[in-house]
């Protein structure tokens, strides 16, 4: 399954039914009067939230949605009956934004959680409606109000607890494969990973959602690499995990540039808790490993973890910083299934 976090979709509830404008003729009865119905209300446009998504890939295929129309009323006092709703099916985490893609309209948290975006147009009254004492056969009926339509914006920002980032091939990939059951692609070269990849990571008996982004260099926010496009994944997110590669040239200013395109970002992203950590240790030598640990300790004022993601060593002390920041309730209580189902696996 193709990942997909934001798609252009246009929306449009349905017209209401018209009414009718009749007159009872039957045999036997002498002053039959007017027997118009109301048409229909049109259907609405509703946004649900559905267990086991995690990509909006389906509305990549089809972008126009329309409810269906309200029926006319018609003679006999026959109201017509309502239009049908259409219902847009979206993953947890999902944000409605108007047309400006600036203009906030919903946003999804909780699985189940329902949100009317368009609402169907009222049915017209029939000529039965209008009947009074002075005026017994009237001869106007109103028609059904138009629906609204418009373009909407959906955006989907991952439901995860910790949030990875990083320079590329600072071992993120290799550290969510070690700590969950994601499968993340690994390989020697820079971007690697081109998706967001969710991990369920359990650490001294507690369970919390791990969202590993694709790398940042510098100039993301401007574009260059795979830009900072990602970086909403991780605005949910209680705390993040900064690795930095101990092989770079100096983890100092490998800090700092990542710091730099959070700042950049905006999103709140450098008031999240950062816990900092210098990765794939078992490469450098250990007079090396110290300079570059003294490096990092500069830049990012604070004594980092050291840790392997591929020994296994120190990454035990990594999860446990974590768990202490999550605290007892993750924000992520249906990202699990999410995650568990790997769904971004070529």
């Known amino acids: 399954m193709k990942f997909l976090d934001e798609a252009k979709v246009y929306i449009r509830s349905g017209d209401g039914g018209n009414g009718c404008v009749a007159f009872r003729r039957e045999k036997f009865i002498e002053f039959g009067g007017p027997s118009g119905g109301n048409g229909g209300r049109g259907g609405n446009v509703i946004i649900e939230v559905a267990d086991g998504l995690n990509t909006l890939i389906d509305y990549r295929y089809q972008q126009h949605f329309k409810a269906q129309k309200g029926e006319n009323g ?9 239009g049908k709703n259409i219902v847009l099916k979206v993953p947890v985490g999902t944000q409605i934004f108007d047309e400006d893609r600036e203009t906030l309209i919903h946003d999804f948290t909780n699985v189940g959680e329902k949100f009317v975006l368009a609402e169907g147009g009222n049915g017209g009254f029939g000529n039965a409606h209008f009947k009074t004492s002075t005026n017994r056969a009237p001869r106007n009926a ?7 339509e418009r373009w909407i914006w959906l955006r989907l920002k991952l439901i995860a607890d910790a949030g990875l980032v990083g320079m590329p091939n600072a071992g993120k990939s290799t550290f969510l494969s070690k700590v969950s059951a994601a499968r993340p692609k690994i390989a020697d070269y820079p971007f690697t990973t081109l998706h967001p990849q969710l991990g369920v990571v359990n650490a001294d008996g507690r369970e919390f959602v791990l969202a590993d982004i694709p790398g940042l260099i510098e100039g ?10 990602f970086l909403g994944h991780v605005e949910r997110c209680r705390v993040l995990l900064h690795l930095i590669d101990a092989t770079c040239e100096h983890a100092g200013k490998a800090y700092k540039t990542v710091r730099k395109e959070l700042d950049a970002y905006g999103g709140l992203l450098t008031d999240k808790v950062e816990i900092v950590a210098l990765n794939k240790i078992d490469a450098v030598e250990p007079d090396a490993l110290k300079k570059q640990k003294e490096r990092l300790k500069r830049a990012a004022k604070k ?44």
Not at 220 to 229: M, N
């Open 142 to 148: 109103n028609p059904g109000q138009t629906g609204e």
């Open 220 to 229: 993301a926010h401007e574009g260059t690499g795979l830009g900072d496009r």
């Open 303 to 346: 004594t980092p973890l050291l840790l392997s993601g591929v020994t296994g060593d120190g990454v035990k002390e990594a999860l446990r910083a974590l768990v202490e920041v999550i605290g007892e309730a993750p924000v992520s209580a249906k990202a699990k299934s999410a995650a568990e189902a790997e769904p971004w696996s070529a």
């Open 74 to 82: 018609s003679g006999s006092d026959r109201h017509g009956a309502n």
